[in-house]
């Protein structure tokens, strides 16, 4: 069966900002204190370490980085479902019920961060604005975490799914993740104004503040992206497995 045309990007916004100021108390303060986190890790590569340990520490982190977000998207993802449904669930009652998909959103994160890497290496300075754009992956982390599929499972039902589709659905994911670039680089712009006077310590320490308070409310709005991008590509085209 052919998946119909995705609606207009305008639309996915629209409907992707509803989610997110419904379910923005649910959500967002854990993004915000995780992506807080996750921004200050890169500080200990100015601990006095070798090239190799550096190279170690800077792989590492970018898998933490991809375990994270595939996490937070999977449980967002059960949210943002939960609430289209009618029910008003919280994040850590999603975080529990994909305590038995662990391996799944480990794997999934793992090809997250393989693809990051890829995108790093090949694109430099591109690469890291492109970064949000392989958290999840998307489409596989949704059906992943609400069709509860074992990823064997969940690699074909992608496809067919987003057949013919992933053009739109990367090209409107990536408008969302170049808004998401122009917005940090705006607000890095005003703090780098505004600190100008103050110490390199404290300068860095604002910085590092702001990035991950703006990840977290850019991150699940993404999440929420990802998820609208997911529902029409399923009501368009072939019924979830529980529908059959």
Do not use: C, N
């Amino acid at each position: 069966q052919d998946v119909a045309p995705l609606p207009r990007f305008s639309e996915i916004l629209s409907e992707a900002a509803d989610l997110y100021s419904a379910r923005f108390a649910a959500l967002v303060p854990t993004f915000v204190l995780a992506y807080v986190v996750l921004v200050s890790l890169p500080l200990l590569a100015f601990i006095d370490l070798s090239d190799a340990a550096l190279a170690t520490l800077a792989f590492a982190l970018q898998v933490l980085s991809a375990l994270v977000g595939s996490t937070l998207f999977a449980s967002a993802s059960i949210v943002y479902s939960d609430y289209v449904a009618g029910d008003r669930s919280s994040l850590r009652a999603a975080l529990v019920s994909i305590r038995s998909l662990t391996r799944e959103v480990i794997t999934a994160a793992l090809f997250s961060a393989i693809f990051s890497m890829f995108a790093l290496t090949l694109l430099a300075s591109l690469g890291l604005l492109l970064q949000p754009l392989f958290v999840g992956p998307p489409i596989l982390i949704q059906v992943v975490a609400i069709e509860r599929l074992r990823l064997r499972e969940a690699w074909p039902r992608t496809r067919a799914i987003a057949s013919g589709q992933w053009t739109r659905v990367v090209g409107m994911l990536l408008g969302v993740v170049l808004a998401i670039a122009l917005v940090l680089i705006g607000i890095f712009g005003f703090v780098e104004a505004g600190t100008r006077a103050a110490s390199d310590a404290a300068r860095l320490g604002v910085f590092v503040t702001v990035q991950g308070l703006v990840a977290g409310l850019t991150y699940s709005f993404l999440a929420a992206a990802q998820f609208v991008l997911y529902r029409d590509l399923t009501q368009r085209g072939a019924e979830t497995p529980s529908e059959k």
